[in-house]
């Protein structure tokens, strides 16, 4: 959701023996009214998102057979017009489509690859709020040729279930959708779906309703989400509740097979929110947790209130931990300050990175710690990369990861651990549940450390080789 401004401009006209205070009501739309843009203008992928709008609500009401993969879907998107609108578009590819309603009234409209044309029968008026219905069936994953990688499938069928994943475009691979991280919204997600299957999905789990062989999952999220972190996840999961850290519930949904093994994996969660509260600020979530596919999955992603894992993420150990700290701090980083442009990811997995290494010191010691980022080091050495632009084809490229935590340890090591801190904290203040791009972290530092950083981040995120070792 973009920060919208309600603006009631107050005129206040002085004349020689009056004063007039007058309020200025909406201008009626002028001229005649325009398409809006086909993308939002990204660096990388500039067809992504659209423009004219900005989406407040999505419901997702899907009906899912398991046996046929067949989804039927009815997608309503609540919006604010930002500008007098001829026609719009969603990001949406794939599926028959149905019916189309906007207001009500039903819609033209026209396809094209990853574009959704809609045409109302009349114009929106500028700042009008609308709302758009699309009901749409067939089977998920029949346009997978169109991620851009391996988790950017969206909606995804394996043997025992379904999860999406969709960083950073595979939201519209399975709903129309505004698909910029730019243009968050709040959800309710609603999944019919055959009994014993369960469902996980993003936010707060409303309720369940019986209806025969099938159950109706109803999930809300309180807090906006960019629509790369929505998720839905079906298969044969008991749900663990697990402690309750300063009011935010923690809730697991484990494999039933794997129930035991995962609740010792993740047991350390609580312990990882306390110590990311004090680090960066308070969790931003109404509620945190994890699902686990019933498949091993080649990645784990910062789904937003509820982190995604395949089977694999049972093996525990070191490694497991590094990756369950790594999604965790991306509720602070990547999901509640989200990246104002895809161009802006190391302020996504730098910080990740680098805030797994802080629950290092306190898992395995601070010489341990030490030790490892010692090995990021030398990894990156010969990976000559911009981290500050990587580029679309480098959006997930190790030194994005590795050389990007570096740059906020080098950081810390210059400013030492008070000052470091400060920063993260006002960074989190001044964008949370909102959008960043990199030039705005760096003011902040600058800002509370009181120096000229200037020479110091263009070594780190601009230059292709990593700096010397601090
Ligand atoms: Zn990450």
């Known amino acids: 959701m973009r920060k919208a401004s309600h603006l009631v401009l107050l005129l206040v006209t002085s004349l020689l023996v009056m004063a007039f205070i007058s309020e200025?009501?909406?201008q009626l739309p002028q001229g005649d009214p325009t398409p809006g843009a086909s993308g939002v203008g990204d660096?990388?992928?500039?067809?992504l998102g659209n423009g004219g709008y900005d989406a407040q609500h999505y419901t997702l009401d899907i009906d899912v057979n398991m046996e046929t993969n067949v989804i039927v879907s009815t997608v309503t998107m609540q919006a604010r017009a930002t500008q007098f609108l001829s026609s719009f578009n969603l990001d949406f590819a794939g599926f028959d489509i149905l019916s189309v309603l906007v207001d009500g009234n039903p819609a033209d409209f026209e396809r094209n690859l990853r574009e959704l044309v809609i045409t109302p029968t009349a114009p929106i008026g500028d700042e009008a709020l609308f709302e758009t219905q699309i009901i749409y069936t067939g089977v998920p994953g029949r346009n997978v040729d169109l991620a851009r990688s391996p988790f950017a499938g969206g909606w995804t069928r394996y043997n025992l279930g379904v999860y999406v994943a969709s960083?950073?475009?595979?939201?519209?691979?399975?709903?129309?959708v505004n698909d910029h991280p730019s243009d968050k919204a709040t959800y309710t997600i609603i999944i019919t779906v055959a009994k014993p299957y369960s469902v996980a999905a993003n936010g707060t789990l409303l309720?369940?309703?019986?209806?025969?062989?099938q159950r109706t999952y109803t999930w809300q999220s309180r807090d906006p989400i960019a629509s790369y972190l929505v998720t839905v996840n079906i298969s044969y999961f008991e749900r663990h509740d697990d402690t309750v850290v300063e009011g935010v519930p923690i809730r697991n949904y484990f494999p039933n097979v794997n129930y035991r093994r995962g609740q010792e994996v993740f047991s350390d969660q609580a312990d990882m929110m306390m110590l990311f509260n004090d680090a960066f600020?308070?969790?931003?979530?109404?509620a945190?947790?994890?699902v686990v596919a019933n498949t091993s999955l080649p990645f784990a992603l910062e789904t937003q209130t509820l982190s995604l894992y395949g089977n694999n993420i049972l093996q525990g150990g070191t490694g497991a931990s590094i990756t369950i700290a790594h999604e965790m701090v991306h509720a602070w980083f990547g999901d509640s300050v989200s990246p104002a442009t895809w161009r802006d990811i190391w302020l996504n997995e730098g910080f990740a990175t680098y805030g797994s290494a802080l629950w290092l010191e306190q898992y395995i010691g601070v010489d341990e710690t030490e030790r490892i980022l010692n090995e990021w080091y030398d990894a990156m050495q010969n990976r000559p990369l911009i981290i500050g632009d990587p580029g679309a084809q480098n959006l997930f490229a190790s030194p994005v990861y590795y050389k990007g935590a570096w740059t906020l340890h080098a950081l810390r090591l210059r400013l030492?651990?008070?000052?470091?801190?400060n920063?993260?904290?006002?960074y989190q203040g001044q964008y949370a549940n909102s959008n960043a791009e990199i030039a705005d972290f760096i003011a902040i530092a600058e800002e509370v450390s009181g120096q000229d950083l200037g020479t110091f981040f263009d070594a780190w995120l601009y230059q292709p080789n990593i700096p010397p070792r601090p």
């Open 24 to 26: 200025v009501s909406p």
């Open 43 to 47: 660096p990388y992928f500039p067809e």
């Open 167 to 176: 960083e950073p475009d595979g939201a519209s691979l399975w709903y129309p």
């Open 207 to 213: 309720g369940i309703a019986d209806e025969g062989e």
């Open 281 to 286: 600020s308070a969790y931003p979530f109404e």
């Open 288 to 290: 945190y947790g994890s």
């Open 416 to 421: 030492g651990d008070d000052t470091f801190f």
């Open 423 to 426: 920063i993260l904290h006002s």
